[in-house]
């Protein structure tokens, strides 16, 4: 996050445009939801180091394990930011597993999340065949 033409501004990846556009969002909207799903801890120190610069810059930020969110409510949100580490081989950490299965539902109206900007870090070693796979 950077001060753009003195007026602090989150730009976000839009879901529901292709290739991930972009969709910049003004200091006019104060809510922000920061989701981490993290194993040994990595995704959630970042997710709170996240939740602190938000505040740093007046949103309301609500930091959250992902199964500790209730994901029926995401469709309201305005914006999000989702954190996520992968664990063993590649695999979606334990705190993220039931939020996880839920957006891989093929019953989810592909446009649940149309209305909501959101941005996603991924976390992961390189080094295995699934790297950062929960983030893609």
Known sequence: WSPAAGQERLVFGKGNEKGGGQKAVGASMTSLLILYGSQGGSAEEVAERLGREGEKRGYDVRVS???DYDVFSLPSEMALIAVASTTGQ???PDN???FWNFLLKKSLPPDSLSSTSFS???LGDSSYAKFNAVAK
Do not use: L, Q
Request: hydrophobic share 50%; aromatic share 8%.
């Open 120 to 122: 996603v870090f991924g």
């Open 96 to 98: 993220m597993r039931k």
């Open 90 to 92: 590649g695999d979606a």
């Open 65 to 67: 394990a992902m199964d």
